[in-house]
């Protein structure tokens, strides 16, 4: 079955700085890609995703790269704000929008 | 859009008690849920999908006899946990899709169940 690495397991980084968090995945029939937000007490968050057949996507402040050669894609937030401190998912899922794998997290530290 | 609701969002009770928990789509119809266990600072768990008016697919070593789900119409599906005991205590967290539509999952904001 799919396998999904992600790196680091914790981030810390000043208010202002950018912040890049790094996942791979096994399986190469895997053909979508999101990203979690996760509160502390609360239920992940979709905050951005990537399909298969695209290479980059952004959303303001944050963007989402897929190398489908080397089975990785990356989150990137710039201008990191202290209210973006949460743990980050990333996920893949071989059918569609279903079943998805997910990484085992990353806490992001924003400081002031 | 896209809202899923889970309640309750704590419980606490015995040993041996059966609890129940609800996820709901609250603006769309949702073909497929998923019921997903996470403990503290861990990676989230599949532990079963559900699509409406059929039986649930459940993980490899997730007990389906402890773990009843239901999903009896296109908003709601339910999670029993049956005779909880402590070792049962954890995050559980659902989320929805309307798997047709390609819409990414949604998720509730967790039940913490804690059994004494």
């Known amino acids: 079955g799919e396998n999904v690495e992600q790196h680091p397991s914790t981030l810390s980084v000043q208010e202002g700085d950018s912040a890049v968090i790094k996942c791979t995945y096994s399986?190469?029939?895997?053909?979508?890609f999101p990203w979690y937000k996760q509160e502390l007490g609360k239920g992940p968050q979709l905050i951005i995703d990537?399909?298969?057949?695209?290479g980059e996507k952004k959303d303001q402040r944050i963007a989402v790269t897929l190398n489908k050669t080397a089975k990785h894609f990356s989150l990137h937030i710039t201008e990191t704000q202290p209210e973006d401190s949460a743990v980050y998912f990333c996920?893949?899922?071989?059918?569609?929008?279903?079943?998805?794998?997910f990484g085992k997290g990353t806490m992001l530290l924003v400081s002031p | 859009g896209a809202v899923v609701s889970q309640h309750p969002s704590w419980v606490i009770c015995k040993s041996g008690t059966s609890v129940k928990i609800e996820c709901r789509s609250l603006?769309?119809?949702?073909?497929?849920m998923f019921w997903y266990r996470q403990f503290p600072k861990q990676s989230l768990m599949l532990m079963a999908t559900?699509?409406?008016?059929?039986?649930?697919?459940?993980e490899q070593g997730v007990e389906k006899d402890k773990f009843l789900i239901n999903h009896a119409s296109l908003t709601l599906s339910t999670l029993t946990v049956t005779s909880a005991h402590p070792e049962d205590s954890s995050f559980y967290i659902c989320?929805?899709?309307?798997?047709?539509?390609?819409?990414?999952?949604?998720f509730g904001d967790g039940t913490r169940l804690s059994i004494l």
């Open positions: 990537i399909r298969s057949n695209v």
């Open positions: 989320s929805a899709t309307r798997d047709r539509e390609e819409q990414p999952q949604h």
């Open positions: 603006d769309f119809q949702a073909t497929t």
């Open positions: 559900s699509n409406e008016g059929s039986k649930a697919t459940y």
């Open positions: 996920a893949a899922s071989m059918r569609g929008y279903s079943t998805l794998t």
């Open positions: 399986d190469s029939a895997s053909n979508y």
